[in-house]
């Protein structure tokens, strides 16, 4: 089973940072690939950024490109998305998510991930 936990969300004010993390604790993500997405209430998963298996290639949405960074700690088993420079059209629920293929993927869709975290809301407002 895998179990993905978010952590780190907040209200924040416009031009502020955060760094959001995702947990696995029953499952390794050293072989996968993973990425964050994000939603506002009704409408659809936005694609924000992915990490390799192996983290030598990253991949952002070009709206937060040069602003956020997604990284992962193998040793911790956790993966992070460090945001800065947020502003209010930001503000959404962040989702972490996983592949079940392992090694060599890339999608930028929320239907190529099969494993999802319950997000954590991020709210970008003064």
């Known amino acids: 089973q895998v179990q993905l936990v978010e952590s780190g969300g907040g209200l924040v004010r416009p031009g502020g940072s955060l760094r959001l993390s995702c947990a696995a604790s029953t499952w390794s993500m050293k072989n996968y690939a993973m990425a964050w997405f994000r939603q506002v209430p009704g409408t659809e998963r936005e694609f924000v950024a992915q990490?390799?298996?192996?983290?030598?290639?990253?991949y952002y949405s070009s709206s937060v490109r040069g602003r956020f960074t997604i990284s992962k700690d193998y040793a911790k088993n956790t993966l992070y998305l460090q945001m800065t420079n947020l502003n209010p059209e930001e503000t959404a629920v962040y989702f972490c998510?996983?592949?079940?293929?392992?090694?060599?993927?890339?999608?930028?869709?929320?239907?190529?991930?099969?494993?999802w975290g319950q997000g954590t809301r991020v709210t970008v407002s003064s």
């Open positions: 998510a996983a592949p079940r293929q392992s090694g060599g993927f890339h999608s930028m869709a929320a239907g190529g991930y099969d494993y």
């Open positions: 990490i390799s298996w192996q983290g030598d290639n990253t």
